[in-house]
């Protein structure tokens, strides 16, 4: 997978090496892989491309569960961007997490559309922002967007994870406006949050008369 190729395509054909690396086991739909295995087969694109599978599945509205198996180690790996690693490193308790093949497959299904979207409409542009110092600012409001995913209320999944998943395609892209539209998304998100926590807060200490 070190070719110059798209995002959508290299999703297509790491679901393809899974598919394949699960066969030999006669479990081909109902196997799955872990993230140290995907890890492996990103090669230089790691950091961006592993960030892009992780925020995926955590994209679709109302689904719990996935999000909360890969928010953390996507929360983990957004840290290690914001100290400067140039390759991501999963400790041994997130590397053995799973994911289906099926999962992988349905991602790259779904979500090819949109990335192929992003590809048509990305180009390297503002790279200063997809490269050291200001890659370690995107990666601490990578961090903090990854965190939200853990809130658990309805849809505080999909939007933080939207964002992500935009910086990260415009971090493969060298793409700095993007890098932009997806921070302005995620910061939106998380104002909207803690204004909306202080609301509730407020509403509490009035009814209790404090």
Do not use: H
């Not at 509205?61 to 140039?86: E, N, W």
């Amino acid at each position: 997978m070190t070719r110059d190729i798209g995002i959508s395509e290299r999703l297509d054909l790491l679901a393809a090496q899974a598919a394949q690396t699960t066969e030999g086991n006669g479990d081909r739909e109902d196997g799955s892989v872990t993230l140290a295995w995907i890890l492996e087969q990103l090669n230089e694109r790691a950091f961006g491309l592993f960030l892009v599978i992780l925020a995926l599945p955590c994209c679709i509205p109302f689904l719990y569960g996935v999000p909360q198996v890969v928010s953390v180690p996507l929360m983990f790996v957004s840290l290690q961007l914001l100290v400067g690693r140039s390759t991501p490193w999963l400790p041994a308790r997130f590397a053995a997490r799973t994911i289906s093949v099926q999962t992988l497959r349905s991602l790259s299904d779904r979500a090819g559309p949109w990335l192929r979207k992003l590809e048509l409409f990305s180009r390297p542009r503002m790279t200063a922002l997809t490269r050291p110092p200001a890659e370690r600012i995107v990666g601490g409001a990578l961090v903090l967007f990854s965190a939200s995913i853990l809130v658990p209320l309805p849809l505080t999944n999909s939007v933080p994870a939207v964002a992500v998943a935009i910086i990260a395609g415009a971090l493969l892209q060298r793409d700095g406006l993007f890098v932009l539209l997806g921070m302005l998304l995620g910061t939106a998100w998380i104002a909207s949050l803690i204004f909306a926590g202080a609301s509730l807060i407020s509403l509490i200490r009035t009814w209790l008369g404090m």
